[in-house]
């Protein structure tokens, strides 16, 4: 069984490229060339020069002591919320800045619901001084004003989405627009294992830092490379396609991606991908995807922005049926109380994202020798306005 792409773009039966024809020079341009290109020696040098010393890695994998003690077992955190812009997704913007330029392009578009995969693109075209649109829906820009303030900033153009529900998925349809109208100079960075191939095999690509450092640094602290168990939540998957791109084909490694159930799986506010979700085809990928019965899209719920997506990347999708990972769902409730739990045991403040993998403490059992890594995707600065309005802090 292979977790991976095959030369087609599938994991299993999830993936393809479904897109409009439209589209398909620019998605074929990158196709033929983002291996190639990502193979060679000066794309993987100055890759692993920005990722050292522009996002700061390697990252820790910190032995959390008092969590381990408290839950009787080991529990290392692989310190992504020490990325500069405080999250994992500048790994993938840096990958992709640097595909851009190889390709020649000089503008650079992106959608963003949240903000957070805005702020990290912005970044990184000030970094390389190019041209930089980031999509966002009207609603979001109004919800997310710290970070549209972020993105002016670093230099960026905020464009506002106004059809539909002003939201994600209308400004991904205002980039994917933009992209048909310019293909020549256009580069699309997309925020997630999503998106149509070669998008999710690349970004895992890019975040797969993650768990190549993991295996390093296990090693130099236990004599083992691999872990008993690896824990990331999954939005779009791309946290979670770093750290077990690495443990895929080492069957005792034990994948657990966790999913936000917000009111509850069966609430009717959720986004519990992979429990409510069924076959169908998203962003230019074939996944499981929430929708009503007639196959339009349904939205999602979770009091964290960066999981409130209804899909999954095919990867995930992938993982979950051949049941490679577990996935388990955990709510706003257990994830908020997490955020207070980690910050006061352990003095890390949280993203609320990442606050969702630590509730697997409370709903597995692990034994005192086994290693439990968890992806600590975020920290929580971003979202102290909504622990200050949940917790009346
Ligand atoms: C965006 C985000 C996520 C969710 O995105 P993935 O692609 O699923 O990783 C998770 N954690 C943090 C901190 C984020 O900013």
């Given at each position: 069984m292979s977790y991976h792409v095959n030369e087609k773009g599938f994991y299993g039966n999830f993936g393809g490229a479904f897109i409009p024809e439209m589209l398909y020079p620019n998605v074929e341009e990158l196709r033929q060339n983002y291996l190639k290109i990502s193979a060679e020696p000066s794309f993987q040098e100055e890759f692993k020069y920005l990722l050292k010393d522009y996002v700061g890695r390697p990252t820790p994998l910190y032995f959390a002591e008092r969590l381990s003690k408290e839950y009787n077992t080991k529990v290392y955190l692989k310190r992504e919320d020490l990325c500069h812009t405080g999250a994992h997704k500048v790994n993938n913007t840096i990958g992709q800045i640097l595909m851009a330029k190889k390709l020649g392009k000089t503008r650079i578009i992106a959608e963003t619901g949240a903000g957070q995969h805005g702020v990290a693109t912005a970044t990184v075209c000030a970094l390389m001084g190019l041209e930089c649109i980031v999509y966002m829906g009207e609603v979001d820009i109004k919800r997310q004003a710290p970070n549209v303030a972020r993105m002016k900033m670093l230099g960026a153009e905020v464009r506002p989405a106004t059809s539909g529900s002003k939201t994600l998925k209308d400004a991904t349809n205002e980039a994917i627009r933009d992209w048909i109208n310019n293909p020549e100079n256009t580069y699309y960075i997309i925020g997630s294992v999503v998106g149509p191939h070669p998008y999710p095999d690349m970004v895992a690509r890019f975040q797969a830092v993650i768990s190549e450092e993991i295996k390093q640094q296990l090693l130099e602290k236990?004599?083992?490379?691999?872990?008993d168990y690896v824990v990331a939540c999954v939005g779009g998957g791309s946290n979670a396609a770093g750290t077990f791109y690495h443990f895929l084909d080492d069957h005792e490694v034990k994948i657990i991606a966790v999913e936000a159930a917000g009111l509850g799986v069966d609430s009717g506010e959720s986004a519990a991908t992979s429990a409510l979700g069924k076959i169908g085809v998203i962003h230019g990928s074939k996944t499981l995807l929430m929708q009503s019965a007639d196959g339009q899209i349904t939205e999602p719920y979770s009091i964290s922005a960066g999981l409130d997506y209804p899909g999954v990347g095919p990867m995930h999708a992938h993982l979950f049926e051949t049941k490679r990972a577990d996935f388990i769902a955990i709510t706003d409730e257990d994830a908020m109380n997490w955020g207070i739990k980690l910050s006061k045991t352990e003095g890390i403040i949280p993203a609320i994202e990442t606050a969702h993998a630590f509730a697997v403490l409370d709903k597995m059992k692990f034994k005192p020798e086994d290693i439990v890594v968890i992806n600590l995707s975020g920290r929580g600065d971003k979202d102290l306005n909504t622990y200050i309005d949940y917790f009346k802090l």
């Open positions: 236990e004599g083992r490379e691999n872990p």
